[in-house]
């Protein structure tokens, strides 16, 4: 037998856990193997995360054996966030790994457009006058040439039942690109890397939602609530892990077990009575001279041994020649043989029982220094395998060949250099500064991934029965947690050191002085320095020692700075960079750790915001109840508020009224159950003199509220205003909320992002006051934005405007307006 040699990758993308070679017990090589022996392939189209059918996406991967694949228009980074603080972009990373998450668990693959996740949009010609329809139908496009599904089934539909205008746009561009896939006039600049592709058919995927049911008896219909014994689940049960892979969105599901019907609405192409796929070969009879192919199959199917899965070797390796001989010149042939030899390579691996990782002694590396590397292979079944080399980051190490003794490991230490040109780890789609509503990614291969491919890797070459393959693995990093176990995260590439603001924004009045700090944290030994600042016009700076001095990998200098708002000074940004060693560096860090997701960082540009305001205020002392998280309290201690956060037990033992105002923060009597046990001293605090102001609530399955809120009834809604530019009509000028400290306008709702408000308030006892009044475009007005009650001697507020966003965003009126909810003065 010829010597062969094979390149295994695997899609070991950044932030994953490392996928070893032995990554599957003989029940998951055997449902391996007959997927090998189907050639389908569908293409699942919504807007968001969690938006996807994880029953029927599982159904098509695992009981059908189809290649599945969901594309998700956006990474979710409008989204509310359940579990944290995190929002916009970092909401997005989070959404984006839940989504990597819930296809290991249902066995799909994941893909995405450029599009921004900016909000709730009512309808879809608001989300294509944001996203830029072309540029997001070019993506779609480009998803379906590279996939080459031969069907598609949309989530939604292009009627709008979906509600969600990104939802219905998903299924507009979907279906347009269903025939611009085929056409080779269409962003022709694609065909350069990819061919045009006609899929057969595109289903909507009808659905029964709450009140919304566009399920209909002459639909085509599907059992997906089967049971998969070598899986040892129904595909109701794989849909409920994952689906509650969202957790941010708080998507935990219960399990379903029986019988479970999915209907399907044809929108275009060739009809069918009683399945997608009719009149679709999806054997290997779709390609030609493959029957011994199909032979081989046959018998690796009827011979496989689940206790000596080695047997299948030498059958695996005469099987990954007969494709590789496939004439490859028909785009189909060499779609489907690209597809089948990735998928013989792993069986021949899992088959063989080799496992291999690689780590590095440290978590973090800088371009140009050494970095200490373990490398480790063991064959842990009875196969003849042959280590010839390991290659470390690009470096080749010739190695004595060693023919790998059964269960030995062997393990090889090597100190290497990361390249000094080696790119910093980043999420590739936030590497460049983005307009609202599109990521700006430039290279056209990178389009629709899900996340980076990691590049710092080592590379075992071996052969396995007369055949040669090299196998990469991802450079990370492991440790051993008490409480966790064995903990792997991924080889972070950084400067250095890092640069960063205690704080995003910082809010000055006219003529105030402030001291900001800065925090230097050390990437390596003995870092020393000069701090750069680059200082806007009409700002001025004093740094009371700009050089610094570090002496220990991961410690942390900081710097004082004292900076002054002139008199005329206008809102601006203050840039840092760090020059060390002659160069310059100017990244901060932000770090995400949940425990369902691998660990996550994010590098952007060492700035803050310094935001001018016009801004008067009264009281100064404030209780903060916590909800499922936001900043509110920061931005409150940032414009001089003394602020309290008030746990379960403070909200117990204290006297409230030592708080001129008390704010519950976003979502709070969704999450805090404790909250019922604290409404009677809540009111009674109200009722003597206290101002409480409850930001916004959700009242639905996901969200219920918890708790009684309020003095008086009221409804939460779902009404919100999407339009950020929406006019703003005063309903009752007189009231103290629009007069005092400050004079509110209508000015003072200029640059506020994404939103105006969400889920406002309706059905008001007649004790409320409303104070505003908005509406989207061709809507109703909506006067539930801000609600207001007296309640004795206090006052009790609802709102479901978004100072959560606008706060931290510096928004200056927004500023202005939460300063007066917190001055309402008591009644007499």
């Not at 599945?68 to 603080?85: A, C, E, M, V």
């Not at 599009?115 to 006058?129: I, L, Q, R, V």
């Not at 090299?470 to 640069?499: H, M, N």
């Not at 916590?626 to 379960?648: E, F, R, S």
């Amino acid at each position: 037998m010829r010597n062969m040699k094979v390149k295994i990758f695997f899609a070991l993308l950044l932030f994953s856990i490392p996928i070893f070679i032995y990554s599957q017990n003989s029940s998951e090589i055997l449902q391996t193997l007959k997927k090998a022996n189907t050639l389908g392939s569908v293409l699942y189209i919504a807007a968001h995360p969690d938006d996807e059918n994880t029953r029927l996406l599982a159904y098509l991967a695992n009981e059908k054996k189809y290649r599945t694949g969901y594309l998700s228009l956006t990474r979710g980074d409008g989204g509310q966030n359940l579990i944290g603080k995190e929002q916009a972009e970092l909401l997005g990373v989070i959404r984006t790994q839940e989504l990597l998450a819930a296809r290991k668990v249902d066995g799909a693959e994941q893909f995405f457009t450029r599009a921004n996740d900016f909000g709730y949009s009512k309808n879809p010609e608001e989300t294509f006058s944001i996203w830029n329809k072309d540029s997001v139908l070019y993506d779609v496009v480009w998803a379906i040439r590279k996939f080459k599904p031969d069907i598609i089934i949309c989530r939604f539909p292009t009627t709008g039942e979906g509600g969600h205008g990104h939802h219905t746009a998903s299924a507009i561009l979907a279906i347009e690109a269903f025939d611009l896939a085929a056409n080779p006039a269409v962003y022709p600049d694609q065909l350069k890397y990819v061919e045009v592709w006609q899929s057969k058919r595109i289903f909507w995927n009808t659905f029964n939602f709450g009140s919304t049911n566009t399920t209909a008896p002459n639909q085509l219909k599907i059992d997906v609530g089967v049971y998969n014994p070598l899986m040892g689940k129904g595909y109701g049960e794989i849909a409920a892990e994952s689906r509650s892979m969202h957790k941010s969105q708080g998507f935990g599901s219960a399990k379903q077990r029986g019988s479970n019907i999915e209907y399907f609405k044809l929108l275009k192409g060739d009809s069918v009575k009683s399945d997608l796929f009719e009149g679709i070969n999806t054997t290997w009879r779709r390609v030609k001279g493959t029957d011994k192919i199909q032979a081989m199959l046959n018998t690796l199917l009827k011979s496989f041994n689940a206790e000596v899965p080695e047997s299948s070797v030498s059958n695996l390796v005469s099987l990954y020649k007969l494709i590789e001989k496939l004439d490859d010149s028909n785009d189909d042939v060499r779609y489907w043989k690209k597809i089948k030899l990735k998928e013989v390579e792993q069986l021949l691996l899992n088959c063989s029982g080799l496992w291999a990782e690689a780590t590095a002694a440290d978590y973090i590396a800088i371009p140009g220094v050494d970095i200490n590397i373990t490398a480790q292979l063991v064959n842990r079944n009875k196969s003849d395998v042959k280590l010839n080399k390991v290659t470390f980051l690009n470096q080749s190490d010739t190695v004595p060949s060693i023919r790998l003794n059964q269960n030995e490991l062997y393990t090889f230490k090597r100190k290497e250099k990361i390249n000094p040109d080696q790119t910093y780890t980043n999420p590739y789609w936030l590497n460049t500064k983005w307009r609202n509503g599109f990521y700006n990614v430039n290279a056209i291969q990178q389009i629709g991934k899900p996340e980076n491919i990691i590049d710092t890797k080592v590379v075992f070459d071996i052969t396995l029965a007369n055949l040669n393959l090299t196998i990469e693995r991802a450079l990370v990093y492991k440790s051993t947690d008490p409480v966790k176990g064995e903990v792997y995260r991924p080889l972070e590439i950084v400067p250095p050191a890092f640069i960063n603001f205690s704080e995003k924004v910082y809010v000055f009045s006219a003529s105030q002085t402030k001291t900001i700090q800065l925090s230097i944290k050390a990437n390596k030994p003995l870092v020393s320095g000069k701090l750069i600042l680059d200082v806007p016009l009409g700002w001025k700076v004093n740094i009371k020692n700009e050089t610094f001095e570090i002496q220990n990998k991961g410690d942390e200098c900081l710097i004082d700075i004292e900076v002054l708002a002139d008199k005329n000074s206008v809102s601006s940004v203050l840039k840092g960079s760090l020059l060390i060693d002659e160069k310059q560096y100017s990244k901060s860090i932000q770090r995400v750790e949940y425990d369902h997701i691998p660990y996550q960082m994010v590098l952007s540009d060492a700035e803050a915001k310094l935001i001018s305001i016009d801004l008067k205020k009264s009281n100064t002392m404030i209780g903060y109840i916590p909800g499922a998280g936001d900043d509110v309290a920061t931005c409150l201690k940032q414009i001089g508020y003394d602020v309290t956060i008030l746990t379960d037990e403070l909200l117990k033992s204290q006297d409230l009224l030592k708080y001129n105002a008390i704010v519950t923060g976003v979502r709070a009597y969704n999450t805090n159950e404790r909250l019922q046990g604290h409404y009677s001293k809540l009111m009674e605090y109200v009722k003597n003199g206290g101002n409480l102001i409850v930001q916004y609530n959700t009242n639905n399955r996901i969200g219920p509220v918890v708790a009684k809120i309020a003095p008086y009834p009221f409804t939460i809604s779902r009404d919100r205003v999407t339009d950020e530019n929406a006019k703003v009509k005063f309903l009752n000028d007189n009231h103290s909320i629009l007069n005092f400290p400050n004079k509110i306008t209508t000015s003072d709702f200029d640059t506020w992002i994404q939103e105006r408000g969400i889920y406002f308030a309706t059905e008001l006892d007649k004790e409320y006051q409303t104070i505003i009044e908005m509406n989207d475009p061709d809507e109703k007005p909506l006067s539930g934005s801000l609600i207001v009650a007296k309640y004795g001697k206090g006052n009790f507020a609802y709102t479901g405007l978004s100072f959560f966003r606008e706060l931290p965003a510096g928004v200056p009126g927004a500023y202005r307006l939460f300063v007066n909810l917190l001055s309402i003065p008591q009644n007499k």
